[in-house]
């Protein structure tokens, strides 16, 4: 009897999870509200919201690890902790009833601003907003008794990636040549995460029981700062590097008085003000996996964008 991959949500992350399985020959069942995800002859789609509990029995029926992809409605403190903590904990008990192991996409968030670069022994206390949404969250998955890995990744860049501050806001302005307006520093180093190297990371750690029970930093490439980024991504795409103008994280902090949005934006503007640089060197070591040079990394997503620019037009 085949065994079966459970992959919940068909993000970015959810959806490169799914694709990695089902090139490897794994089965695997792809569970959304929408019945969304890619098209493959070993991915079966099915449509499920993942946070009713009644939902969950048959749906993870035959699975040895499942893959919790799924993200907050909005991007909102008070709706984060209204939906996620709930559907996890659907989560955790039905895989616990079937055995199998649950591996999460995790953020950096629950670190909060810190000095220095934030290594898998730095302490994760963030207590506020959807940074202190991330720790209970965390929190909630060591209490459990199903086993679960929590894989970190820094801001996501890569194929299908759209809504982040290297997706559809840097891609298409920076082929199009328009000057790209940067969030905070465009000269602070920041790390940035394939989302390919994520998955990967997740998939091998569902693997390894040795690796259950712990939290780990994706494989992630040396820190760039946003102008040498831009830079990158116009010789990955032959163009000439645009100008690079820079939108203060103070003047969110400022709008943030009179909307709610652009304050929850501002919570995490300290990751583009200052360093923000993560080290994933001692989980590359427990996976045996290495990062996608940043230069590879991004001439496949530019080559991702044109071929959906393409299909636009």
């Not at 920076?174 to 990371?201: C, E, I, K, N, W």
């Not at 991504?233 to 690079?244: D, F, L, S």
């Not at 203060?248 to 503007?269: H, K, N, Q, Y």
């Amino acid at each position: 009897m085949s065994t079966i991959h459970v992959v919940t949500g068909a993000g970015p992350v959810g959806s490169t999870v799914a694709r990695q399985l089902a090139d490897a020959g794994e089965q695997v069942r792809l569970l959304t509200r929408s019945g969304s995800g890619p098209d493959h002859p070993s991915i079966e789609r099915r449509k499920i919201d993942v946070s009713r509990p009644d939902a969950l029995a048959g749906a993870f029926e035959g699975a040895v690890a499942v893959h919790h992809c799924i993200h907050g409605s909005a991007y909102d403190a008070r709706v984060w902790r209204a939906e996620l903590p709930q559907a996890e904990r659907a989560v955790l008990e039905a895989a616990g009833r079937v055995g199998a192991v649950v591996v999460f996409p995790e953020s950096l968030y629950s670190y909060g601003p810190v000095d220095g670069t934030l290594t898998e022994a730095t302490p994760r206390t963030a207590t506020t907003g959807k940074l202190g949404v991330r720790t209970e969250l965390l929190a909630q998955r060591e209490a459990s008794p199903t086993p679960t890995v929590s894989v970190a990744a820094s801001d996501f860049y890569g194929p299908l990636v759209r809504n982040a501050h290297a997706g559809e806001r840097l891609v298409p302005t920076v082929l199009a040549g328009r000057t790209m307006r940067v969030l905070g520093s465009p000269d602070q180093p920041h790390s940035f995460t394939y989302v390919p190297d994520l998955a990967a990371a997740m998939i091998t750690a569902a693997a390894r029981s040795e690796l259950w029970d712990s939290f780990l930093h994706a494989p992630t490439a040396g820190p760039v700062t946003q102008r040498r980024l831009v830079e990158l991504v116009a010789e990955a795409g032959g163009v000439r590097a645009p100008k690079v103008a820079s939108i203060p994280v103070s003047l969110l902090g400022a709008a943030g008085v009179v909307s709610r949005s652009v304050r929850e934006m501002a919570e995490t503007g300290y990751m583009f003000d200052r360093p923000f640089v993560m080290d994933s060197t001692a989980s590359e070591t427990r996976l045996g996996l290495s990062p996608t040079p940043l230069a590879d990394g991004l001439a496949q997503t530019v080559a991702w964008w044109r071929t959906q620019q393409r299909a636009a037009a």
